[in-house]
């Protein structure tokens, strides 16, 4: 089955497609995980996205029940420099090809994927289009430069849960923050966490879990109202794919909340957080996705390698002299953490979580807790 994958510029490879027979359009942006492309594949963040993967073999160890961060596939196609054709892992029910066309979603692989990454990190991230199905390079190409922009593209609302749900610790497996791994919890008095699901992934209601927090799961246009009659003791806000400025009923329903509980948000969150407090963002060249970026936070002095996936940033300038930025990305500076200097409130635009990628920012879940118990 032959593959083109078009950028809306007028740049074109050609390879041998995988998964699913059909076309998509979307951002294309890199991932430079070497493992983890389960999780990256059903990671809601990536709603509207086209992920190419840095590492050059992906699918070595296939597929598994276990590994999955949500419902479902979310990213719109997969690029991949060589597909092993060999699952080789114990835990594997099928392979990444299967795993894909069950999920409807296409792949192509046999390309140069170091040209195409280094084509975005000069150029920058844009609309592409991956077509396994017969069409020529122009069609190709003219449904890339048709697709939607992700700029002002509002997805929480494609990516939420539908009604509120509790995480139970029935539901508890650890594969990602592995440091937080407890027994079963019989605490009647553990305390209660609202989790705002704007796309999130299964391992963070995992690390609350861990740490001895009843979790309800609500969509994301819940508002500050309804909220409080689940009486939490804090909320937290997730991951999630799109542009942030677009969400502005959740911006309000946030600063109802804030000062009333405490509030940690991450990724998504965080982005949301910085605009509620009266901050701005703004759109990154090509993002930061993968599970090797350095970030230092301020207040310790220490440096965390963490995993991330965002392609919009909180502009540090644009933030009230009441807030301060607590983590700051030392490859290219930007904002990657900040708090309220006097109301219970903090964030950070990377994903502690990790599932896939390192367990160094997994203390940020702990300092979550304390702030529950102060």
């Known amino acids: 089955m032959k593959a083109i994958l078009a950028l809306e510029d007028g740049s ?4 041998e497609g995988f998964g699913a027979n059909t076309c998509v359009v979307g951002e294309v942006v890199f991932n430079t995980s070497m493992t983890g492309y389960q999780e990256i594949l ?3 963040s990536y709603r509207g996205q086209i ?25 719109e196609g ?23 066309k069950d999920a409807g979603a296409p792949g192509i692989s046999d390309i140069d994927t ?44 494609e990516v939420t849960c539908e009604q509120s749900y509790g995480w139970s610790d029935d539901q508890f497996r650890v594969y990602g923050s592995a440091a937080l791994l407890h027994q079963k ?46 009486k939490p003791d804090g909320i937290w806000l997730s991951n999630g794919p799109g542009d942030p ?9 946030l600063r109802k909340l804030f000062g009333r509980y405490p509030v940690f948000g991450i990724c998504l969150g965080h982005q949301l957080v910085g605009l509620a407090l009266g901050g701005r963002t703004y759109k990154l060249p090509f993002g930061h996705h993968g599970g090797n970026h350095p970030v230092k936070d301020l207040t310790t002095g220490r440096v965390e390698i963490t995993a991330q996936n965002h392609g919009f940033a909180v502009d540090a300038d644009s933030l009230p002299a009441d807030c301060e930025v607590t983590h700051i990305n030392l490859n290219d500076n930007t904002v990657e953490g900040l708090r309220h200097k006097s109301l219970p409130v903090f964030s950070v635009q990377y994903h502690p979580e ?20 102060s």
């Not at 966490?193 to 609500?218: E, M, P, W």
Request: hydrophobic share 40%; proline share 5%.
């Open 12 to 15: 074109v490879w050609h390879g």
């Open 42 to 44: 059903t990671d809601p």
């Open 51 to 75: 992920v190419t993967m840095t590492y050059p073999l992906i699918g070595n160890y296939g597929v598994n029940d276990a590994d999955t961060e949500s419902r479902q596939v979310f990213v």
């Open 78 to 100: 997969l690029v991949v420099r060589e597909l092993s054709r060999v699952v080789s892992n114990w835990r594997a029910t099928k392979s990444l090809d299967e795993y894909l």
């Open 114 to 157: 170091r040209s195409l990454v280094r084509h975005i990190r000069v150029r920058g991230s844009m609309r592409g289009c991956l077509a396994t199905a017969d069409l020529t390079e122009a069609e190709v190409i003219q449904k890339a430069r048709s697709a939607p922009e992700m700029v002002g593209a509002a997805l929480a609302s």
């Open 185 to 230: 919890s019989s605490n009647p008095n553990r305390p209660h966490v609202v989790a705002y699901d704007f796309g999130l992934k299964y391992n963070s209601l995992r690390s609350l879990a861990a740490l001895d927090c009843r979790v309800t799961v609500v969509p994301a246009h819940t508002t500050a109202e309804q909220v409080s009659e689940l």
């Open 245 to 253: 400025e677009p969400l502005t009923d959740i911006i309000a329903n």
């Open 354 to 373: 990790a599932a896939p990628g390192p367990h160094d920012a997994c203390y940020l879940f702990e300092r979550f807790r304390e702030l529950l118990k």
